[in-house]
């Protein structure tokens, strides 16, 4: 079955760590997002990239890095920088371009302790 | 600037009551207009989407939203509502080649037996 698959499903991280989430998807999208989701403020988006190689910022960037080295593959690392991180992480996928919606995971719940 | 607003943080229903989330939204350019749900801990599902033409749209279990242009708004709506509906509502407003969403701090949907 296609559909995104992000890995792991619950991540705690010491203070100060880098972590790296997976981002997986087989339904040959080209354009790939990460989201964040804080209980109260809905989804804001973090990166966002359109084709291998190439990603945007996008609303809350800061803290957080990623890559695209390959279509099917869209990681997302929290690195030390981050001062909040505990929250839900959204991966989703589309077509780029218009008249087309977006695809979600199962997201990844990361907490600092 | 670019924004979506669902006035409602919280809503309880009746077992077969009916229901309406307002979504309200501000958007430079033609909207493509989304729902989405989330059970918790999950990823998001779409229940539907607005891209052009007809202005009631239907979704999957039931679900519908009507597009008034006029009003900025694109309210979900169902006519009976299930125990099963229980869940989170996020209204999102995308478009562009990049196909962003922007999504509204969500309506948390309680039902009573």
């Known amino acids: 079955d296609g559909g995104i698959t992000q890995s792991p499903k619950y991540l705690f991280r010491k203070e100060g760590q880098n972590v790296t989430l997976s981002c997986e998807q087989n339904?040959?999208?080209?354009?790939m997002y990460w989201y964040r989701q804080d209980p109260g403020q809905g989804l804001r988006l973090i990166y966002y990239?359109?084709?291998?190689?190439?990603?945007q910022k996008g609303d809350i960037a800061e803290g957080y890095s990623v890559s695209r080295e390959k279509k099917e593959s869209f990681p997302l690392t929290v690195t030390s920088a981050q001062k909040n991180p505990t929250a839900f992480y959204l991966c989703a996928s589309s077509i780029p371009g218009q008249n087309t919606e977006a695809f979600f995971g199962q997201g990844t719940r990361l907490t600092v302790v | 600037a670019q924004s979506v607003t669902q006035p409602d943080i919280h809503i309880t229903v009746s077992e077969g009551a009916s229901l309406e989330l307002r979504c309200n939204y501000s958007?430079?350019?033609?909207?493509?207009l989304f729902w989405y749900v989330q059970s918790p801990g999950q990823g998001l599902q779409l229940l539907l989407k607005y891209f052009s033409g007809d202005t009631l749209v239907q979704g999957i279990k039931g679900f519908e939203a009507e597009f008034k242009r006029s009003q900025s708004s694109f309210n979900l709506r169902k006519p009976s509502v299930h125990w099963s509906d229980a869940a989170e509502y996020f209204c999102a407003v995308g478009g562009g080649a990049t196909n962003k969403l922007i999504f509204g701090t969500g309506t948390l949907l309680a039902v009573q037996p």
């Open positions: 990239s359109q084709i291998v190689n190439d990603f």
């Open positions: 958007y430079g350019a033609t909207p493509y």
């Open positions: 339904l040959n999208h080209d354009a």
